[in-house]
């Protein structure tokens, strides 16, 4: 019998895609080309949406260490403009700052839990594929051996060897005039304002903490982070025609003659104290591309396998744990029996434009941070544009990737109903008979939901048929003016209606939006296709 599906990389969105899968009934084997942690340090926080999804499955805590709510930022960065979020109307911009290091050692305790297994030490190396199965070829500790899996994903990061073995093209292009040194550092205490935390540098000025600081010659990054030694980043810029070649490690001078170049001044750093790892990296330049298609047959693509692009801002992983969280629910529909037509295609569908938004505001603020006269013109007006808050608004909801809206098929006539159709559930507070909860609260099972807010719950007994696979929270709420949401596992609204009471019209959208997203209904003698929890209704 094939295995259902099989992931190849134990990343982060590897770990995340496997606990979906595990979540909606479907036990992947995870295959991993190391053996242990790589020790290589890669992002330092979660920007945008991830962070409240993942508290959306009870994972925001774990990381967090607190059972508080996530709460938004009121700054953050873009392009090296620094953007006051504190005044917005709807602020999605929120931050968790932990290293990758932790979130992928949280993810793979999450997927034990789940019962996920989890394959060190096996690299995928080989793939055929028939209209039936992928057989994928695995070089493990004892040698070669082959896996027929149902659907084999792609998590194996830029270089994704899945990705070329299944033919998807990876277009895009590959700047080699950038190189960017990290470091962690020491420094002068004197140096560092008690109050602001950003670094006050004799002769030039004020560089506030944790923003890209640009300069004509290049950027500085200073973050002092709470919980170990503080990081100074530059990134300059050759021009064109110039080789980057480097035979030594970076070394801490180095780094400081960089900050010398970029800032004009001295700044006296030195090597980390305390207990690694720590940081000493230098990355000469980089990469923009999309894969051509997220699947190929019983291939698919996710996270860096997928898209690639400039670590600017951290999109990367509010990106590709969000393309899990999507393509997870699919997949194990699709391989339980229930999906209905086109369901893991709208994976593609809904993700590669998300991707595409991703790739191209990491290349815009690349330029806006290049060096020259004319990007400082270039600045000048852009700073006059972000004067305007909706400006403001619409960058921080792209940066956050909450201006995402899938289509639903129709779109409600009433306005509360519309404007919540295709984008993803707010954090309602609601009412219900055994208490007052967050919907985070709601979604840790990753099942899709009904929330009846109708007077007395009268819509409930439609879903009936569906509750194998849909749960149903009958609850009151004030806000927002709506009295029915059908939320998707991944927490995008497929149907909202307005409508007050039991009403033939509601009912028979509910039923079709029920359809089209969750299959036709378990009949006599299907097969069952998922367990309610126990009793759904609160
Ligand atoms: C310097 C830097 C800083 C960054 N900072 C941030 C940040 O602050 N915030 C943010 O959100 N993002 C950041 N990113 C981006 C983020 O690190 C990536 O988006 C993320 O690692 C992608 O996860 P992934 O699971 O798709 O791929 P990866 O993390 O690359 O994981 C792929 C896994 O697949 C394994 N693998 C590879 N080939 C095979 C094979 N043939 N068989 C089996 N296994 C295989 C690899 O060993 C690896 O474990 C940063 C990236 C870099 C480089």
């Not at 801002?313 to 969280?325: C, E, H, R, S």
């Not at 006059?384 to 808050?389: A, F, M, T």
Request: glycine residues 12%; charged residues 20%; negative net charge.
């Amino acid at each position: 019998m094939p295995i259902d599906v099989v992931i190849a990389g134990a990343g982060p969105n590897g770990l995340m895609l496997a606990c979906e899968l595990a979540l909606a009934g479907v036990r992947p084997i995870v295959l991993e080309r190391l053996s242990g942690p790589s020790g290589e340090q890669r992002a330092n926080g979660l920007v945008g949406q991830v962070v409240r999804m993942l508290d959306r499955r009870g994972l925001h805590e774990r990381l967090s260490g607190t059972s508080a709510p996530p709460r938004p930022a009121p700054a953050f960065m873009f392009g090296a403009f620094s953007l006051d979020l504190a005044a917005l109307p709807d602020n999605p911009v929120y931050l968790l700052m932990v290293p990758q290091r932790r979130i992928e050692e949280m993810l793979a305790e999450r997927a034990a839990e789940l019962g996920v297994e989890i394959r060190r030490g096996h690299a995928v190396t080989g793939l055929t594929q028939d209209s039936g199965v992928a057989t994928v070829e695995v070089t493990g500790p004892e040698g070669p051996y082959r896996i027929e899996a149902r659907f084999l994903v792609g998590a194996d990061g830029g270089h994704s060897v899945v990705r070329k073995l299944a033919g998807i093209g990876f277009p895009g292009v590959t700047t080699d005039r950038r190189i960017s040194r990290s470091a962690h550092v020491t420094m002068p205490a004197e140096l560092i304002d008690p109050v602001g935390g950003g670094l006050v540098i004799p002769g030039y000025g004020t560089v506030p903490p944790f923003m890209h600081h640009r300069t004509e010659r290049g950027l500085l990054t200073f973050a002092p982070f709470p919980s170990g030694p503080s990081m100074v980043s530059t990134t300059e810029f050759l021009p064109s025609g110039d080789d980057a070649a480097f035979e030594e490690p970076l070394t801490i001078s180095e780094l400081r003659d960089s900050v010398r170049r970029v800032l004009g001044v001295d700044l006296p750093i030195g090597p980390p104290e305390g207990p690694g790892p720590h940081m000493l990296r230098r990355l000469t330049g980089g990469n923009t591309r999309l894969a051509d298609r997220f699947r190929a047959g019983r291939v698919l693509l996710v996270g860096d396998a997928a898209h690639v692009h400039s670590a600017m801002g951290g999109p990367g992983l509010n990106l590709g744990l969000q393309d899990a969280i999507n393509l997870g629910w699919k997949l194990a529909a699709e391989v339980r029996g229930w999906a209905p037509p086109g369901l893991l295609d709208s994976y593609e569908a809904e993700r590669r434009p998300a991707g595409q938004r991703v790739t191209m505001h990491t290349q815009a603020q690349g330029v806006l941070v290049g060096p020259g006269s004319e990007i400082t013109a270039l600045r000048e007006l852009f700073g006059e544009l972000l004067e305007d808050r909706h400006t403001v608004q619409r960058l921080a909801d792209l940066i956050a990737g909450a201006g995402i809206r899938y289509d639903m098929g129709a779109v409600p006539a009433d306005p509360a109903a519309a404007s919540l159709t295709g984008r993803w559930a707010p954090d309602l507070l609601l009412h219900t008979e055994t208490g007052t909860v967050r919907l985070a609260e709601l979604t840790r099972d990753a099942r899709p939901l009904l929330l009846d807010l109708t007077d007395g719950g009268t819509l409930a007994d439609s879903v009936a048929p569906w509750r194998d696979r849909v749960d149903v929270v009958t609850a009151r709420c004030e806000d927002p003016n709506v009295t029915a949401l059908l939320l998707r596992p991944d927490c995008y609204v497929a149907w909202a209606s307005a409508a007050p009471g039991p009403d033939g019209r509601q009912r028979e959208e509910l039923r079709s939006a029920l359809t089209r997203w969750f299959g036709h209904p378990a009949g006599a003698g299907d097969e069952a296709v998922g367990q309610p929890s126990a009793d759904a209704r609160i």
